[in-house]
C-alpha cells in the first residue's frame, strides 16, 4: 500500500437528547477495498451445546450456550462483520487505527479481526455495556490479528468501536490487547480512522498504566491521555483526522434544537465533500447503516436501514426490525444460489444498472415511511425484502 491510496470508514451516533423523540440514531459507512463484497445477512438466536466452539475468520474461540438474533452487513469471505444489530437494541460499528503497538508481522498473525469481536459483541450482548465488557474480554484472551483484506496483500490493523443500545452509547478503542472506553449520554459522537479518547476514560485494561509507565511512554504524574500515550499514526490511510473533524460538524449541524432524524443521518452518509461517503477509489464505500433504537421496546421497536450495495448516493435503505415475518431475503447474500461470482443478486445488478436519483429517492422516501410506521406493531411483513424486490424491479426495468 502508498500512502495516501485508502481511506476508511466513519461511526456515527446521536444521543436522545438531540432526537426529537428522544431515540437514539446510529450509523455507520463502511469502506472497503475496491472490488469486496458487503452483504446484509439476519442470524436467528441459537442455543448451543455446553463446552462447543465457535469457528470464527481465523480461530476457533468458546461458545456461549446462547446467541442473540443479529443483521450484519459484512464482507462476504469473512465470519465477522462491518456493523449490525441485534435483537436487544444493541447496535456496533468499528474502525481500523493505528498506533505505537501496530507491527506488521506481529498484526498479521492470524487472532480474532475487529470484525470477529463486533459479531461476538452483537450476539452475545443484551447492552452496550455488555457488548463492550465481552468485547474486551475477547480481546485481551485472544487478540486481535490477522490478514483484513482478501484483495489488499498485508493489510491489518488494530480497531475502534462505537457501541449503542436504547440509552447509551461507548466509544473503545484499543491496541493491540490494549484498550480504553469512554461512555456517551448525551449530544453526538463519531469515530473515524484515528484515536478519539483523550483523558475522559471511564475504563480501561487494568494493566494499561503500569505497561505504559514501564515503557516510558507515560510518567505516572501527568494526567493519563491516551492518544498521546499510545502513540496514535494514521496508518496508510489519508487525513482520517480531517473525515473525523468534517464528520461532527455534520452533526452538531443537523442536532441543532433536538432535530436529528433518521433522514439526516443518511444525508451525513451520503456527504461526499467530507470524505465520509467514496463513491470511488481504492476504498469505496460498500454499505450503509442508519438504525434508530426504541425508548420503549413496550410500545414500540427498534429500526435498522441497510444498503446491502455500494455508493450510498446510488442505494436504498431498506428497513429491517426483528418483528419482521418471513426469512431475510437471500437476494443480498453472497451465498445464495442466485449470487454470481459471490457478487448477492442486488450488489450484481445495482452495480451495472442505471437508475435516476429521483426513482431511488422515491422508493426510498416510501420504505422510510414504512419503516417508521411498522415500529409499532408486533408482527409486520419483511419491509426489507419488499424493498429489495422493488428495487430489483427497477434495476431490471
Known sequence: MKDGELVS???????????????????????RPCGEIQEVIHVAPRDHAAGSKIKCTYIEVDQVEHTYGVILSKPEWMWGA????NEHGVVIGNEAVWNRLNERTNDLVPRLLGMDLLRLGLERGSNALEALEIITGLLETYGQGGQCSNIVADFSYHNSFLIADRKEA?????????WVAEKIESGVRNISNCMSITNRIDLMHSGLKDRSMSEGWWDGKEE????????????????????????????EERAENGAFTVGK?????????????????????????????????DKSVDCHWFTATPHPSRSIFKPFTFSMTETLTD??????????????LLWFHQTVASASPDQLKAIED??????????????V?????????EELTLYLA
Open 265 to 297: 443521518m443518511m444525508e451525513v452518509l451520503r456527504d461526499e465533500k467530507s470524505g465520509i461517503n467514496r463513491p470511488s477509489g481504492q476504498f469505496p464505500t460498500a454499505g450503509s447503516q442508519v438504525s434508530i433504537l426504541s425508548k420503549d421496546p
Open 224 to 251: 493519563f491521555n491516551w492518544c498521546k500515550v499510545i502513540g496514535e499514526t494514521a496508518g496508510d490511510l489519508e487525513s482520517p483526522d480531517s473525515r473525523y473533524r468534517c464528520g461532527r460538524k455534520l452533526l
Open 381 to 389: 411483513e419483511n419491509l426489507f425484502n419488499k424493498a429489495v424486490d
Open 366 to 379: 416510501k420504505y422510510i415511511d414504512l419503516g417508521l410506521q411498522s415500529r409499532a406493531r408486533n408482527k
Open 170 to 178: 461507548w466509544v473503545l478503542e484499543t491496541a493491540d490487547r490494549y
Open 331 to 344: 437476494e443480498t447474500s453472497s451465498d445464495s444460489t442466485k449470487s454470481k461470482e459471490r457478487k448477492h
Open 9 to 31: 470508514c466513519d461511526t456515527f451516533v446521536v444521543l436522545g437528547d438531540c432526537t426529537p423523540t428522544g431515540e437514539i440514531i446510529f450509523g455507520k459507512n463502511s469502506d
Open 82 to 85: 462491518e456493523m449490525g444489530a
